[in-house]
């Protein structure tokens, strides 16, 4: 007899199975039985600060089976100048070259098992993902610019023609040409594939701070038309070619303001589009973080959901063949909740303490709560789940939701599935294995 834990686990999923198919057709679902895919896109996020604290090296990709399921590796983050360039710096809040390409990695944190040897010409991160490419040949490598925090001055880079080539020259040399600084000309040449656009956000606001003009809307469809152009000129060179893609909003005022819909995608491989943060501990009353549709009762009208997220990307010209859903390997925490229930839309005094980050942890870590003081509980129909302990509540996708995003992306056409980001799964990867199961061809 199978256990009680495969067995339900088995129930949940079959029910998910059920609801999707029979949920009312949207934008995104209908039309799906004319367009069927022959592969799914599969993008993960490594982030350079994984490293650190949650111990995350390059190699676990390998050893826990998580890299033979992608097809795309976007490494997390490339920074921009004021002066609007790629560059890489080791200043406090500018970049970090030593966990990039100078550290030595030692045996234990090697891909190959082979240490770096003093001297030698790339080392870091960017050494460990030439190596996880020879492993997996087929497995794409791109440079992610921005992010939260850098995407400061992607308005200055984008303002003009002069700007944008010379933007668009430094990214490619750095990342693609591998010309480092302190290192010998072409140390990192062949690491990274092509290039990821992480503008948080053109004409709207995201980190205090970040220049915004209302010109950056016109400017980001430029910018792309720049890379594209730039990056299929080296790839004459090296007849290959390179992909671009870029990460895009949930919000759809956000939409509106900064992107040209239908444009944008002329110069794009794909795009892979939020699909988490709706709520977090900013909000007063505990919420869903990346619920499948908006879930009866909840509070707020309009809300943010998966579906309100790629139908309006649909409705604004976007090929539900170039989107990519985001999937999040980590959870939105509220404490100090009253009002009783399951908790879910009840008052709360704030984000719940957490390992690195009030409001946030790591799927690997919420997995644990899970019979040890916390319920599990779910809205299948809504598509999302959450853990409550009377006092403090976790919203978070587990391997259940996960393959439930996976049955939507399938009817709905959809390019494939997005990670953010890789080292908040367990050792086992079992979310990424669930990613690939869902999104199996057959």
Known sequence: MRPLRHRRLTAVVALATLLVTAAPPTVASAGDNNQRRTGYHRVG???QW????????????????????????NY??????????CFVDGGPGEGDAWADYQRPVPAEESVDGVADAPGQALNGNFNQLAKLKAKHPDLKVLIS?????????FSNAARTDASR???VTSCIDLYLRGNLPGSTPGAAAGVFDGIDLDWEWPNWEGEPGNVIRPEDRENFTKLLAEFRRQLDAYGRTTRAHHPLTAFLPASPATMDAGYEGRKIFKYLDFATVQGYDFHGGWDARANQQSALRVPAGAPDNPDFSVEVAIDG?????APRDKLVLGIPYYGRGWTGITGGGNGLFQPATGPAPATFEAGYEDYKKLKTLAGNGYTVHRDLR????????????????????VLQKTLYIRRAGLAGAMIWSLDGDDDNATLTKTI???????
């Open 382 to 401: 809504a598509g999302h789940a959450w853990l409550f302990d009377g006092t403090t509540l976790w919203t978070y996708d587990d391997p259940a939701v």
């Open 45 to 47: 996020y490594f982030t």
């Open 145 to 153: 610019l921005g992010g939260w925090s850098w995407s400061t001055y």
């Open 165 to 167: 080539k010379a933007f």
């Open 50 to 73: 994984g490293i650190y604290g949650r111990a995350f090296p390059v190699k676990k990709l390998e050893t826990s089976g998580a890299a033979s399921r992608l097809t795309h590796l």
């Open 313 to 317: 990307w649909i409705a604004r010209g």
């Open 76 to 85: 997390a983050f490339g920074n921009v100048s004021e002066d609007g360039r």
């Open 436 to 442: 690939g199961l869902g999104l199996t061809t057959w």
